[in-house]
């Protein structure tokens, strides 16, 4: 099979609470990347369980959380006859090639993963392996499709690099093999992040040093994809600032993280650059910014939970998604396997 040259790889977890920073992080972009790329977006379930049931919900949560992740993939715009929607566990194969870069990754490596430290915290002896290995399986989804491009937030940036420090090993391990087969100089592409724009890293509304998060225990701190109008201009009020007005340029935000966050945010809203934010803003104070903030928040983000809302009350419909989804990207998963299978030289 043909190396494609555009093809979008991205996935999020279902471990509840979907917020603006994955909304604007990451779907919003993958809205857009699909008018112009062949996409591929992954629920990655397979990924959510390498955590503590707690954390993403347990086996009576897993379903639902799949639906919502699916549920606003569409309502934000994802089409899902020109773009595939799945979610990873119906495609078995994600596992079989994270277990092949398992043996291609090196212990030191996914030992400097900056995520795992920060989720295993300090028991570190009780993590999962799968916790550990998840960076493997990441690559796995992002090279099984042989994918060119991801859309992420910031935080996924290591993970990136991983998967390509995978990828080049792989083709360098192996490269008599790929050349024979046919396959050129390299088997898998160096994957490019797509990480771009004022809203890569969204904040927490109670704290400007923490990221916003699905597992911050206070529910002011992020914004929920299916909270309601009120909701949201609530959060945004309570929304922890400092006394002094808006700057006029953006230096002024430098030592102000809670004010740079709710104007990164406004940005990626409304589609404008920070610099544009400040110049209509600038020298407000925040009785003045907030409300307006407020508005365009929930002008923005009131229909998509509206139609997740209406998706999340049709599973069958949701479930068909990923049924076909799943179909279509394991009919190019299967190649992919059968190739690298015969790379390394296994008996079939
Ligand atoms: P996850 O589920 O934690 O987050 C999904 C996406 O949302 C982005 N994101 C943010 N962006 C801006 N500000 C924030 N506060 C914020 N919080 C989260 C994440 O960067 C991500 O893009 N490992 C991935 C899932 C994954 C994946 C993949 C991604 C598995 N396989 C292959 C890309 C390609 C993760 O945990 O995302």
């Known amino acids: 099979m043909a ?8 996935g999020i977890q279902p471990t509840g609470n979907l917020h603006l920073g994955n909304y604007l992080g990451a779907i919003v972009k993958f809205v857009a990347m699909q008018e112009s790329h062949e996409c591929i977006f992954c629920v990655v379930d397979l990924h959510a369980i390498t955590q503590p049931f707690a954390v993403w919900g347990g086996p009576e949560k897993l379903a639902d959380h799949t639906r919502e992740v699916t549920a606003a993939y569409l309502a934000a715009g994802i089409d899902p ?20 870069f398992n043996c291609v990754a090196r212990m030191g490596w996914l030992n400097r993963m900056t995520q795992f430290k920060e989720k295993a915290g300090k028991d570190r002896e009780n993590a999962s392996v799968g916790l550990f290995a998840y960076p493997n399986l990441m690559a ?54 797509v990480i771009e724009g004022p809203a890569t890293r969204v904040m927490s509304l109670r704290d400007g040093a923490k990221k916003m998060s699905k597992s911050d225990p206070s529910d002011l701190s992020r ?39 709710l104007v990164g945010i406004y940005a990626a809203l409304s589609g404008q650059t920070r610099e544009q934010v400040i110049g209509e803003f600038g020298g407000k104070e925040f009785s003045t910014f907030k409300p307006a903030l407020a ?14 809302t209406r998706y ?32 390394i030289g296994f008996l079939s």
Not at 82 to 97: D, Y
Not at 295 to 308: F, H, I, R
């Open 312 to 343: 999340l009350a049709d599973p069958a419909t949701v479930d068909g998604v990923l049924r076909d989804g799943s179909d279509r990207a394991r009919a190019i998963a299967v190649e992919t396997m059968r190739e690298v299978k015969d790379i």
């Open 140 to 193: 796995a989804d992002i090279l099984l499709y042989r994918a060119t491009h991801v859309p992420v937030g910031d935080d996924q940036k290591q993970h990136l690099e991983l998967t390509r420090d995978i990828a080049a090993k792989f083709n360098n391990d192996f490269a008599p093999q790929i050349a024979t087969l046919g396959h050129g100089e390299a088997y898998f592409p160096m994957t490019e992040p």
């Open 81 to 100: 006859k020109k773009s595939i929607i799945f979610n990873q566990s119906q495609v078995i194969e994600h596992a079989e090639l994270a277990w092949l």
């Open 3 to 10: 190396q494609p040259s555009n093809r979008v790889f991205s």
């Open 223 to 261: 914004i929920t994809l299916t909270d309601d109008a009120d909701t949201i201009a609530k959060k945004i009020r309570k929304a922890k600032t400092d006394p002094a007005p808006l700057p006029e340029t953006l230096d002024g935000l430098a030592e102000r993280p809670e004010a740079a966050n």
């Open 295 to 308: 508005d365009l928040a929930v002008e923005k983000l009131a229909p998509v939970s509206g139609e997740m």
